[in-house]
Nanobody
Framework: QVQLIESGGGLVQAGGSLRLSCAASGRTLNNYAMAWFRQAPGKEREFVTAINRDGGRTNYADIVKGRFTVSRDNAKNTVSLQMNSLKPEDTAVYYC????????????????????WGQGTQVTVSS
C-alpha cells in the first residue's frame, strides 16, 4: 500500500505561484510512476501532469504546459508541482496519484491507470 498526502494548496491571486508537494509512505516511490490530477466543482477529474519513475520523462496537459513543472525526489519519497502564472481557471482540488510501473520509462497520463490517490489539496486562484 502507498499512502499519499498532498500539501501546499491555498489562495493565491492570478499571476501568482504555488508549490504543491506529495509525500508518500508505505512504499518507496522508486518503482512508481506519479501524476497530478485536478477536479474543479461540477467537472470531471482531469489530468495535469505525469512523471516517470526516475523523473527523466514528463508529460503535461496543454492547458498547463509552460506554466507548471513536475519533479520528484525519490530519496525523500516526494513529488512536487510548481505552478506559476496561475489563472482563475486553475482553481480546483489537486490530487497526487501513483501506480506501480514495471518499466522505468513509462508515463501514465490516464486516470484509470492510477490506483493510489491522495486526499487532495485545494488551490484557489482569485482574479
Amino acid at each position: 500500500q502507498v499512502q499519499l498526502i498532498e500539501s501546499g494548496g491555498g489562495l493565491v491571486q492570478a499571476g501568482g505561484s504555488l508549490r504543491l508537494s506529495c509525500a508518500a509512505s508505505g512504499r518507496t516511490l522508486n518503482n512508481y510512476a506519479m501524476a497530478w490530477f485536478r477536479q474543479a466543482p461540477g467537472k470531471e477529474r482531469e489530468f495535469v501532469t505525469a512523471i516517470n519513475r526516475d523523473g527523466g520523462r514528463t508529460n503535461y496537459a496543454d492547458i498547463v504546459k509552460g506554466r507548471f513543472t513536475v519533479s520528484r525526489d525519490n530519496a525523500k519519497n516526494t513529488v512536487s508541482l510548481q505552478m506559476n502564472s496561475l489563472k482563475p481557471e486553475d482553481t480546483a482540488v489537486y490530487y497526487c496519484a501513483a501506480v506501480f510501473a514495471p518499466y522505468s520509462s513509462t508515463i501514465y497520463s490516464s486516470r484509470g491507470w492510477y490506483n493510489y490517490w491522495g486526499q487532495g489539496t485545494q488551490v484557489t486562484v482569485s482574479s
